[in-house]
């Protein structure tokens, strides 16, 4: 009982987090006086749970730093650099940068001492930025104001003699790779237009997208494991056994046995959907949209995965308690009619659970990560229905039960085939965790590989030449093992020169990201790249094509997944360097603009001081979005033929998005 309570509070304050939403990184400033005329000034970052936020101390080249700017320092001079004081940072090895970086999670302190040269003229302005990034994507180092001024300072402070010169001259520009300049514009634009907000329009477009596919795909999936689950050892005896129980009570009267019959089926149905129904219920769809990508929460699939292949190998049963059984069997027999034939479906439900039980678990882990209300329930439905059909089937037809297959050893070999299904899907959600905390374990080639001797062993078990409990020995090998067999080893052999770096498109969704294996035969980069928004729209409207927007970081990790993994197969580089305008812009850029320019952003004045500010604010302004990878398909007056993209490593997912926003341009 204490388990199942911890388990519920575990679940009920991941959803309330979610629930109520807050600023990723928020910030406090204070000056602390440290004597003999020094000050520091004290940044104090909290940081939203499931987050992390850069160390300032990285190497360079790698993500961007938690870094301080003075845009004035009057009657005082800095000393030392900025850095973070009291809590260390985690210190780990990312495999996207090469380098050992260390992050913060939950909270972080950083100070940047001052000398204080002249009390009454003493005046600091400037601003902190920080990037923060989750295991899908990462905010924008937006500038955080801070300004004190005499009145600030604690009144123990005394002045001293300046050990330097403190002069703050305005810092040139540094960015030499874009021309701002209307001469270097192909053909003139409308730059207001091109930043009028469209965050409405892309609501339309999201809108109308729906999630139809991702429902009918839970449904067929559904339908499959629920066939599946009808050749274990559990279910496939309680058809003839169920089918002649009501061909027989009901004996003169057949249509009677065949409505029971159809009873029952839906009376199953409706307990599969209705648990599906109460997993909703329970965890609301926000929570189940944030399962996908919490670290905590894929450990937990992978484990329940892994026990239930296990059980299907054969290492032990998962069983209810039999009081439970024998509940259920008093009921149908002290009940009558329709509630008889309900109570009848639950035993079944009940006394199959040992083979359908995993099923069960594995198509509601699935269904829980597509997000939706109705996952759950459609694909209990989907599993359902294909359990049910069998009883109604051979109750309308009863002379087809002599065509059914006697149970035999077939059904165990079937358990342990659905085993070595189950313990390979498993891997995706344990590659999920492993990429979310950097651990790097579950690289892709190690993936492959697990992958690869899990198919070797299965298509020679489908041969006899491996043995588990429960199996008998093979006098011959029949067609379907045979079928069975060559489709497992030839995706064995398949997967194989994904060692060296072969796409596998098929499975790349399922397969950790590209950047995370060590060897590669071929680096594949895009043709050509705009850096600024208005120059490739320019060149855009000059050729006639769409505008692929790219809002991406040096720093953010997900951003280097999406251009080692999606952005680099052969179908998606032939649709953007032939179809589309690329435009790429780093939000993180450091490169100072030619002067700072001054926004009104909710009320507030927010200064725009490097290039990375002007394309924050762009993302922000235009689109109503801040966290990166970012991608939008605009015609040549800024507006969007398609709903935005985000990270997602599925090849096919961004095909369509771009293929959608292609179609919608021409129309």
Not at 240 to 258: D, E, G, H, Q, Y
Not at 531 to 559: R, S, W
Not at 600 to 613: A, F, S, Y
Request: proline fraction near 5%; charge should be neutral; charged fraction near 15%.
């Amino acid at each position: 009982m204490n388990f199942k309570r911890t388990i519920t509070s575990l679940f009920l304050l991941f959803v309330l987090s979610q629930a109520f939403p807050q600023e990723v990184i928020s910030w406090k400033f204070s000056l602390q006086d440290r004597g003999n005329g020094e000050v520091e000034l004290v940044a104090d970052a909290t940081i939203q749970q499931g987050w992390h936020m850069y160390d300032s101390a990285l190497p360079d080249n790698g993500p961007y730093p938690t870094s301080i700017s003075f845009d004035e320092i009057n009657g005082a001079e800095t000393i030392g650099d900025f850095q973070a004081t009291g809590k260390q940072a985690t210190v780990k090895y990312d495999p996207v940068f090469e380098m050992n970086i260390g992050t913060f999670d939950n909270s972080a302190r950083f100070i940047q001492r001052l000398r204080v040269i002249d009390k009454e003229s003493f005046r600091i302005a400037g601003d902190v930025r920080a990037q923060a990034c989750d295991d899908r994507s990462c905010t924008p180092p937006i500038p955080n104001e801070f300004s004190f001024g005499p009145a600030d300072l604690p009144a123990t402070v005394t002045a001293v003699a300046p050990a330097a010169a403190s002069v703050i001259t305005p810092a040139e520009p540094t960015d030499t790779s874009v021309d701002y300049s209307p001469a270097a514009m192909p053909v003139e634009v409308d730059k207001e237009q091109l930043w009028t907000p469209v965050i409405e329009e892309l609501k339309v477009l999201g809108s109308s997208h729906g999630d139809k596919s991702s429902l009918w795909s839970i449904f067929l999936k559904g339908l499959l494991w629920g066939f599946a689950a009808l050749l274990t050892p559990c279910v496939w005896p309680m058809i003839p056994i169920t089918v002649s129980f009501f061909l027989n009570r009901n004996k003169k009267i057949r249509k009677k046995a065949v409505a029971d019959a159809a009873i029952y089926g839906a009376s199953i149905i409706t307990i599969y959907v209705a648990l599906g129904l109460v997993i909703t219920a329970i965890f609301g769809a926000s929570a189940l949209n944030n399962l996908a990508t919490s670290a905590v929460f894929n450990l937990i699939f992978f484990s329940l995965l892994f026990l239930f292949a296990i059980s299907f190998l054969g290492a032990f049963e998962l069983v209810l308690p039999a009081s439970w059984t024998n509940k259920m069997d008093n009921k149908v027999d002290s009940t009558s009619g329709l509630i008889s034939l309900f109570f009848m479906a639950f035993t079944l439900a009940l006394v199959s659970f040992s083979c359908t039980g995993p099923i069960i678990g594995w198509l509601l882990v699935e269904a829980a990560t597509q997000g939706s209300y109705l996952s759950p329930a459609v694909g209990m439905f989907g599993f359902a229905i294909a359990l049910s059909i069998p009883f109604t089937l051979f109750a309308i037809f009863p002379s087809w039960l002599k065509t059914l297959p006697k149970s035999g050893s077939w059904l165990n070999s079937v358990k342990v085939v659905l085993g070595f299904i189950v313990l390979a899907v498993s891997m995706k959600f344990l590659s999920v965790a492993d990429l979310s905390n950097g651990w790097g374990i579950l690289t892709r080639d190690i993936f492959l590989v697990i992958w690869i001797v899990l198919f070797t062993i299965l298509g020679l078990y489908l041969l006899g030449k491996v043995k588990f409990h429960g199996d008998s020995d093979i006098a011959h090998i029949t067609v379907p093992r045979l079928l069975l067999s060559i489709f497992s080893l030839a995706f064995a052999l398949y997967l194989l020169p994904g060692l060296w770096g072969a796409p596998l498109k098929p499975v790349s969704s399922i397969l950790p990201p590209l950047s995370t294996q060590d060897f590669r035969l071929n680096e594949v980069s895009l043709n050509t790249v705009y850096t600024d928004y208005e120059t490739g729209m320019a060149v855009a409207a000059q050729t006639g094509k769409p505008a692929l927007i790219t809002f991406g970081g040096h720093g953010c990790v997900n951003c280097h997944k999406m251009d080692a993994t999606v952005l680099v197969d052969e179908k998606v580089k032939g649709l953007i360097d032939n179809e589309f305008v690329y435009i790429l812009l780093m939000v993180d850029e450091r490169a100072k603009l030619p002067q700072v320019v001054e926004v009104d952003e909710n009320g507030k004045r927010v200064k725009l001081k490097t290039v990375g500010d002007k394309w924050s604010y762009l993302q922000r302004h235009k689109f109503g979005a801040q966290s990166q990878p970012y991608y939008v398909i605009l015609d040549h007056s800024g507006k969007p033929v398609a709903p935005a993209h985000a990270y997602d490593e599925n090849i096919a997912s961004y095909v369509n998005f771009l293929e959608t926003g292609l179609k919608n341009f021409k129309k």
